[in-house]
């Protein structure tokens, strides 16, 4: 599917001082192959994001996704940032339903639903995240895990909604873990949600949509991971913090 977005991006999550942030970006606009096609997206810490922007000025294509947003508009909700907020900034992405927001901080589908809303509303577009864990896998439950997860959240929305979708499987049971999915599990499992969108929507759009493949991925295994024919890039975490490794990644198609 040559028409479909090669993406990597990195989610950085609760890590760096704004020091480190400029000093990684610094290093990923040294190390990136300037001919590359493929999008880069880096997720840093909400505070890092103008900065890096600011940092970045026009000297390379790189955009800027923040790894969360809240369910409502705006008012009296304490230490939330608004998709608004994000748009504001010049931020165009936003990751939603993260496992880790789903298991720490208890995100449910309804909650995914409305932020997924205030994304799109925004302009923002949202990278949605889906993944079984461990106990599912083993239990051989993770293709309906995972089919209720777009289900649940995706079918509120019109595909002509979604234009700016990317989805990342990340199999909680690799995140951080140092074990990624083989191969054969990941193209399984890509292969399955693209055509389980194709069933929830069309074909077209399930073939036109980018699904990025997260949890341990890194400079050593992406390029066959990369190679699968449903997997269209990664959404990296530890491995995003090296910038030579990210840009590595970057490279792997
Ligand atoms: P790791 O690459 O550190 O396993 O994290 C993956 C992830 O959660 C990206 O969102």
């Known amino acids: ?25 610094d290093g990923i606009v040294a190390n990136l192959d300037k001919h590359s096609t493929t999008k880069v997206i880096i997720c840093p810490p909400f505070p890092f994001i103008s900065p890096i922007k600011q940092h970045l000025k026009d000297l390379v294509k790189i955009n800027l996704g923040a790894q969360n947003c809240s369910e409502h ?21 936003v990751i939603i339903g993260h496992s880790e927001r789903r298991t720490y901080f208890n995100e449910t589908n309804e909650q995914l639903t409305q932020k997924l809303k205030r994304a799109l509303e925004n302009n923002l577009s949202p990278i949605f995240c889906i993944g079984e864990k461990i106990e599912q896998r083993k239990n051989e439950t993770h293709f309906t895990i995972v089919k209720d997860q777009l289900k649940n959240v995706l079918t509120h929305f019109s595909e ?42 069309t074909t077209d759009f399930a073939n036109g949509l980018s699904i990025l493949y ?10 066959e991971l ?6 269209d890039g990664g959404l990296i975490g530890g491995a ?6 990210f840009c590595t990644i970057v490279s792997s198609f």
């Open 160 to 201: 002509k909604e979604l234009k700016n979708l990317i989805l990342a499987y990340e199999p909680v049971w690799a995140i951080g873990t140092g074990v990624n999915a083989t191969t054969a599990q990941a193209q399984e499992m890509h292969a399955f949600i693209r055509k389980t969108i194709s069933e929830l929507f």
């Open 240 to 245: 995003s913090l090296k910038a030579a490794d």
């Open 73 to 93: 508009i705006a008012g009296a909700y304490t230490g939330e940032v608004s998709a608004q907020m994000l748009a504001s900034v010049n931020c165009n992405y």
């Open 1 to 25: 599917m040559g028409f479909r977005r090669k993406i990597v991006a990195g989610n950085w999550k609760m890590n760096n001082s704004l020091s480190d942030a400029l000093a990684l970006v």
């Open 226 to 231: 990369f190679a699968c024919a449903d997997v």
């Open 214 to 223: 997260g949890g341990s991925c890194n400079a050593q295994n992406a390029k």
